[in-house]
């Protein structure tokens, strides 16, 4: 079983790359929130050190090696837990875990079907059953510090002072609304309407 992979990416597909070891080049397969981060993890010398998860993908005539690879074991374990999910193997959750893991992990926390379903390869059914078997059950996964910024949208300001209005005649004083309107942002970063925002507010207010 291989576990872990040391050398030199001598080429990049879009959903794997090879790495040289000493003249022998390994195919290694790449979930895209983990392409992301490759370069960051590239030592001074240009080597990478990939932690892998190695299965075999059986067909009808032969049983054929895989590698998965990884920056490091916590994000191995957490895919690990991903395809215990029903009907979710490895090659399936290499595609689904193109968001930033701490962003997916969160998801199923919260039960947030809206962005589990933008996941490739996750529709309505597969969310629920992904919700169902893990929720509860990747909480340390929420704090890996690995958030990209495209994945947590600025909100407009029109939309924020929109709601501070409300706020405001509402009688709230014009330093606590703000207060808690960024609150309610750095909840969810995902609202989009001055709705969405009041409801983050009120459910701060009531908990």
């Known amino acids: 079983m291989i576990s872990n992979i040391s050398g030199r990416i001598k080429k990049r597909k879009a959903s794997s790359v090879i790495v040289d070891v000493n003249g022998i080049s390994y195919e290694v397969l790449i979930p895209p929130a983990v392409m992301r981060s490759l370069d960051k993890a590239l030592s001074e010398d240009g080597t990478i050190n990939l932690i892998t998860y190695h299965y075999y993908q ?7 090696p895989v590698l998965v690879g990884f920056i490091n074991e916590i994000e191995r374990e957490f895919f690990e837990q991903f395809i215990t999910v029903s ?14 893991f701490s962003v997916i992990a969160d998801a199923i926390d919260k039960g947030d079907m809206v962005l589990l379903k933008t996941l490739p390869g996750i529709g309505e059914q597969k969310a629920r059953e992904i919700v169902a078997k893990l929720q509860g059950k990747v909480g340390k996964f929420g704090l890996i510090q690995d958030r990209f ?12 002072e929109e709601a501070l209005n409300v706020l405001l005649q ?31 507010v009120y459910k701060g207010v009531k908990t």
């Open 149 to 160: 910024s495209e994945e947590m949208p600025k909100v407009k300001e029109d939309i924020k």
């Open 58 to 64: 059986m067909d009808p005539s032969k049983a054929i």
């Open 87 to 100: 009907g979710v193997g490895p090659k399936a959750a290499c595609r689904a875990l193109s968001l930033s």
């Open 170 to 200: 509402l009688q709230y004083k014009k330093n606590e609304a703000r207060e808690m309107i960024e609150k309610a942002i750095s909840h969810n970063p995902k609202v989009a309407t001055c709705e969405d925002i009041l409801n983050e």
